[in-house]
Antibody, heavy 118, light 108 residues
Framework: EVQLVQSGAEVKKPGESLKISCKGSGYSFTSYWIGWVRQMPGKGLEWMGIIYPGDSDTRYSPSLQGQVTISADKSISTAYLQWSSLKASDTAMYYC???????????WGQGTLVTVSS | DIQMTQSPSSLSASVGDTVTITCRASQGISNYLAWYQQKPGKVPNLLIYAASTLQSGVPSRFSGSGSGTDFTLTISSLQPEDVATYYCQNYNSAPSFTFGPGTKVDIK
């Protein structure tokens, strides 16, 4: 069974750093792109970027380039999303998601809620 | 960057009604279009990919059509469990696999 299991909810202060994770299982982790999707409170889905764990090829949404870093450690089948300096506007639910061979997102993680507040 | 729009932004329909949601891309994306359903407080779920291919396990009352810039999602015979927000997504143009703004569907 394909599963994407994300790390737990985080509460951080503005200016702090953070790295959240997404562990894949039940499939060949290195053979599928993993994307990250942001959903701010009460808002829609926003595509952030995507990584191919097989060679770490990473593509960012132009609107978010430079604000986050996406990485992966294929030895432990885990993808990451990190911030060096959080802002209150980073408060959101973050989903990791597997891109199917056909191109759409076929599996989603359960989501990681990030709250940034002073 | 390709922009996606959806209409309407929300709708209310009766059980058994046929519901149609429209998605438009700012430029042609062939059939690289997916539809997702997100129920309140839940993770999104893939309904349709390649504009018209039903994902395994999705009820046949859901259907999709379109190509190029204009797409539709149709729910025939709306059910109470279909209350959700529906999003289209373009997956033609890496790196930005843009989502539409969503259409919220309620029961009247």
């Amino acid at each position: 069974e394909v599963q994407l299991v994300q790390s737990g909810a985080e509460v951080k202060k503005p200016g702090e750093s953070l790295k959240i994770s997404c562990k894949g299982s039940g499939y060949s982790f290195t053979s599928y792109w993993i994307g990250w999707v942001r959903q701010m409170p009460g808002k829609g889905l926003e595509w952030m970027g995507i990584i191919y764990p097989g060679d770490s090829d990473t593509r960012y949404s132009p609107s978010l380039q430079g604000q986050v870093t996406i990485s992966a450690d294929k030895s432990i089948s885990t993808a990451y999303l990190q911030w060096s300096s959080l802002k209150a506007s980073d408060t959101a639910m973050y989903y990791c998601a597997r891109r199917a061979v056909a191109g759409a997102i076929d599996y989603w993680g359960q989501g990681t809620l990030v709250t940034v507040s002073s | 960057d390709i922009q996606m729009t959806q209409s309407p932004s929300s709708l209310s329909a009766s059980v058994g009604d046929t519901v149609t949601i429209t998605c438009r891309a700012s430029q042609g994306i062939s059939n690289y279009l997916a539809w997702y359903q997100q129920k309140p407080g839940k993770v999104p779920n893939l309904l349709i990919y390649a504009a018209s291919t039903l994902q395994s396990g999705v009820p046949s009352r859901f259907s999709g059509s379109g190509s190029g810039t204009d797409f539709t999602l149709t729910i025939s015979s709306l059910q109470p469990e279909d209350v959700a927000t529906y999003y289209c997504q373009n997956y033609n143009s890496a790196p930005s696999f843009t989502f539409g703004p969503g259409t919220k569907v309620d029961i009247k």
